[in-house]
């Protein structure tokens, strides 16, 4: 087996003790990177989805690609350090056990294949991380203000943590003449003022109220991107460099971004530097350079004229309007969308002015923070109160107003801030309009009839001031007392609620009795004239047959009254029954009488 001899760096001591020392600290300070960084990757992550910000997240993969790159240099430093202590023992065993056992090298393999396997699969993982962070575009939550205050001062921490190691680095790689640790040294600069920026941006959200997380968060993402792009690009430049150059180049994680930058005060100089190392040609001497140098200038004013005249063709996007701006001046009337050509840049050009978007503006509040919308909680940031009832009663109020731009010249003329004007406007007829009423009609009843007085209003005075907008819709959304009146506000409203409803259920008990009543009195009233219309027929009847008795009277009372006896007679005597015996008083004989018909008695 075949002994690793000592890697021969640039100037450090030529010796294999000297050689192990040497690799000795550099694994040294390439493990408290990777504990700086690992550790500084894991708080961010947890803070990150706590916080829910891309900016963190970001971070975060900044961190965790640094600590990758420490990795990977710690391993190869540990393994150069055990080749080294091998070749001190002339390749034998652990501690000298058997002189007769040597241990294949362990560098070249990690040098080959290990490293870049480490840096693949980081970079795998790097990136599922900061594609989902793309995704999250929601702000910071003003809610967990000590959260953010703790990860602002851990962000401090860490940044000074990652300055004090990037000193100690820097003297270590001072000391040995070499640029092996210059990968996770760029790094540890960097990382210094991204983790100083998150803070700044953390704090500035805390006591400014203003949240630039996700545009920042966005710059260290495309940064950490570019800087894994760029590592894994120079992995696979290793495949065509010279094997005589292979074991003098440092671990991977480095490129030649963060070498321009850092390293050297000129990029091309950078950049020429790297490609003669990494291919180990002078590219001085190439005919490529020669040829560049010749041609560099007319390809360059070529360019420039190219680029100058390409502000004479201005495309027009649907959904929006055009204005010629010749040399300040704003030319009618409106282009409709196209592709026109102008005069080149500065002389004409034209503005694009999105004509059919409707834009949003909100009245009595800074920031919707999203909560239930409940009288007695804030449920808005800056919540602000409006005069009502003659400047005597305060209520809060929020009022979306939705509007587009129709005369996209006027709009251009008018003012350079539409968007203030109008909510200026909107302020003060919102005021105008509601100064006047009652606080409680404009909470309930009155609210269709302030929005559309509002949307006139302001339309008027948008037109009379030619700001070249249309009100598309304006709306009451939220109405209210003040929060901390609102308890007894609602007190109140409930005491209201409650004299309604007695109010409507005296209504509905009278309108139920007086419905009982008059059908009561109708019955009564159609039962009496029913009663006297049949009393009277009777009492009509009766007279009629007296006066029939009275005329028969008169034309023969003799007949007349022998044939009332008759019938008296026939009627008294038509329920008994009589049996008439006819005989002899001297008869002796036995008589049967049926007369179940009359008693009910059984037969004899």
Known sequence: MPVIQPRPVSGPPSTPASAAEASRRRGSASLWLLCVFGGSSVVTGYLAASLESGLLWDAACFLAWGA????IHFLFFRFELCDLRDAETGGAGEAGRDPRIQREPALPWFQSKGQVACLLGGILLVAGVLQGSLRMKGALPPENAALIQLAGILFLGMAFALYFLSRYVAYVQGQQDTRMLSAPLQLVQVGFWVCLVCAGCLFFFLYGGRDFGLWVGRVIGGVTALLMVDAGVRAGM???????L?????????????????RRGNPLDALIHHTETTFGVKVGQAWVPQFLRQTIEPVVLAAILLAWLSTCFTAVPVQCHGVRVRWGRYLAPALEPGLYMTWPWPAEKIEIVPTER??????????DLGGPVLWTEVHYEGDQNLLVGNGEELISISVPIFYRIRDPLAYLETTTDAREALISLAYRQLLAVTEGRDSFRVMTVERQDISEALKRALQEQVDRMHLGLEIVFVGLKDIHPPVPVAPAFQDVVSAEEQKLAYLHEADA??????????????????????????????AEGDSSRFLALAEADAADTNLFRLRLRLETLEEALAKPQKVVVAGTAGTNGQYYLDLRSQGGLMPP
């Open 358 to 367: 409707i834009e949003q503006i909100a009245l009595g509040f800074e920031r």
């Open 68 to 71: 990758l790159v420490s990795l």
């Open 509 to 538: 008990y009278r309108v139920q009795t007086m419905a009982e009543a008059a059908q009561e009195a109708n019955r009564l009233r159609t039962e009496a004239d029913a009663l006297a219309g049949q009393r009277t027929a009777v």
């Open 238 to 244: 290793t495949v065509f460099q010279p094997r005589s």
């Open 246 to 262: 292979a074991k003098d180049l440092p671990p991977l994680g480095g490129g030649l971004v963060l070498d321009a930058l850092l």
